[in-house]
């Protein structure tokens, strides 16, 4: 089992930077699949973007692709989104989620085992 802290979550106005980061528990942080999903209000909760265990394969959404980065350090058991040139309907609260199944793919779906408490976005108009 493990277990996912968020943290970087804030107020921002549109254009500006935030850089997530996600904390887990545990020795086996490199057998996860990682994901960021995202939650705005009255909405379901997004998948935003994913990373395998290695960090070898990567997927966006396309409403983030090219303004938000995702990256995982193994040794420190962390996994980061980066996220540049933010707009108002990024606004929500996002969630770091892991995947302990060997996919082929990036699950862009929300059947991840593990999900944290979330954080905060929002972005000012």
């Known amino acids: 089992q493990v277990q996912l802290v968020e943290s970087g979550g804030g107020l921002v106005q549109a254009g500006g930077s935030l850089r997530l980061s996600c904390a887990a528990s545990?020795?086996?942080?490199?057998?996860?699949?990682m994901g960021w999903f995202r939650q705005a209000p009255g909405k379901e909760r997004e998948f935003v973007a994913g990373?395998?265990?290695?960090?070898?394969?990567?997927r966006y959404a396309d409403s983030v692709k090219d303004r938000f980065t995702i990256s995982r350090d193994n040794a420190k058991n962390t996994v980061s989104l980066q996220m540049n040139s933010l707009k108002p309907e990024d606004t929500g609260v996002y969630y770091c989620?892991?995947?302990?199944?060997?996919?082929?793919?990036?699950?862009?779906?929300?059947?991840?085992?593990?999900w944290g408490q979330g954080t905060q976005v929002t972005v000012s108009s």
């Open positions: 989620a892991a995947d302990r199944r060997l996919r082929a793919y990036i699950l862009t779906t929300t059947d991840y085992d593990y």
């Open positions: 545990g020795r086996t942080f490199s057998t996860y699949a």
């Open positions: 990373i395998s265990r290695g960090g070898d394969k990567i």
